[in-house]
C-alpha cells in the first residue's frame, strides 16, 4: 500500500499528487490518500482513466481514500 498524507497541504497540490501516484500504481497496488476534505475531481480523474476508490471519513473527520486500478482488489479490505 502506498501511503499519501496530504492533510496539512493547499490546493491544489493534493490532487497533483494523488493523480501522479495513481498514474505509477500498478496490478494490485493500492494507493492510500489521507485528506481533511473528500476529493471529489479527484474522483472523477480517477473513474475517467480507469480505477476505482473508496472514499471513509474518520470519527476526526479526517478521509481516507483507496484508489486502485485492479477490478479485482475489495477496497473495503484495505480500510481498517
Known amino acids: 500500500m502506498i501511503l499519501l498524507d496530504t492533510r496539512e497541504l493547499d490546493h491544489p497540490i493534493p490532487l497533483e499528487m494523488a493523480v501522479d501516484a495513481f498514474?505509477?500504481?500498478r496490478d494490485d497496488d493500492i494507493l492510500h490518500m489521507i485528506h481533511r476534505?473528500?476529493?471529489?475531481?479527484l474522483f472523477e480523474i480517477i473513474t475517467k482513466n480507469?480505477?476505482?476508490?473508496l472514499s471513509v471519513m474518520d470519527a476526526e473527520n479526517i478521509w481516507h481514500i483507496y484508489i486502485?486500478?485492479?477490478?479485482?482488489?475489495?477496497?473495503e479490505h484495505a480500510h481498517v
Open 37 to 41: 476534505r473528500e476529493p471529489v475531481p
Open 68 to 75: 486502485t486500478r485492479s477490478p479485482t482488489v475489495v477496497l
Open 23 to 25: 498514474k505509477k500504481l
Open 50 to 53: 480507469g480505477g476505482r476508490y
